[in-house]
């Protein structure tokens, strides 16, 4: 299967919300990769707060590892969130985002986001920072998913539940390509 073929999932939602448990739970299931979330690794490293600039390399990295995933796919490529993440940020910590995610963002689309609910308890991690905003956050997925016209599908329960909702839901969507 050529990579202009691989349908596009991506699992995205506020900060500890399970979107990585969820990529690697739907990479097994489906046989194919996730996408890590390259912003993950990048602030590890990260000595000072982010930046403008960081937004940026974080942008561009994300993009980079589709790139490199797509080829190993098979059939399903599963993100674990995009680029939107940065634009999420750079409004909340800038007050606007840099231009070229904006001019990006209409021309990376995903053919299904599972939005993944915050009704899981908060998991403490050093790289995570509004444990207080969660449904806030949750309004600005919504409200940036709606932006794009992006299909998408708010996922909630947890556990098992949570999985086996998520693949109904990619199953539905796929009988219907």
Same mark, same amino acid.
């Given at each position: 299967?050529?990579?202009?073929?691989?349908?596009?999932?991506?699992?995205?939602?506020?900060?500890?919300?399970?979107?990585?448990?969820?990529?690697?739970?739907?990479?097994?299931?489906?046989?194919?990769?996730?996408?890590?979330?390259?912003?993950?690794?990048?602030?590890?490293?990260?000595?000072?707060?982010?930046?403008? =600039?960081? $937004?940026?390399?974080?942008?561009?990295?994300?993009?980079?590892?589709?790139? $490199?995933?797509?080829?190993?796919?098979?059939?399903?490529?599963?993100?674990?969130?995009?680029?939107?993440?940065?634009?999420?940020? &750079?409004?909340?910590?800038?007050? &606007?985002?840099?231009?070229?995610?904006? @001019?990006?963002?209409?021309?990376?689309?995903?053919?299904?986001?599972?939005?993944?609910?915050?009704?899981?308890?908060?998991?403490?991690?050093?790289?995570?920072?509004?444990?207080?905003?969660?449904?806030?956050?949750?309004?600005?997925?919504?409200?940036?998913?709606?932006?794009?016209?992006?299909?998408?599908?708010?996922?909630?329960?947890? $556990? =098992?539940?949570?999985? @086996?909702?998520?693949? $109904?839901?990619?199953?539905?969507?796929?009988?219907?390509?």
């Amino acid at each position: 299967m050529t990579a202009d073929h691989i349908i596009k999932i991506a699992i995205v939602g506020p900060e500890s919300t399970g979107k990585s448990t969820m990529s690697a739970y739907l990479a097994e299931h489906y046989h194919t990769v996730w996408v890590p979330e390259f912003a993950r690794s990048y602030c590890e490293k990260l000595t000072e707060p982010c930046t403008w =600039q960081d $937004e940026i390399n974080m942008f561009y990295g994300q993009l980079e590892l589709e790139e $490199e995933y797509l080829p190993k796919a098979n059939k399903l490529l599963i993100c674990d969130t995009t680029f939107i993440t940065v634009k999420i940020w &750079s409004d909340y910590t800038f007050g &606007s985002s840099p231009q070229e995610v904006l @001019d990006e963002l209409p021309k990376h689309p995903y053919d299904l986001y599972l939005l993944l609910n915050i009704d899981l308890p908060w998991e403490e991690d050093p790289l995570r920072d509004f444990p207080h905003m969660r449904e806030h956050f949750m309004d600005v997925w919504h409200k940036e998913l709606k932006a794009l016209n992006a299909n998408y599908v708010v996922i909630s329960g947890s $556990e =098992q539940g949570r999985y @086996d909702e998520a693949v $109904e839901v990619i199953d539905e969507f796929l009988a219907t390509c």
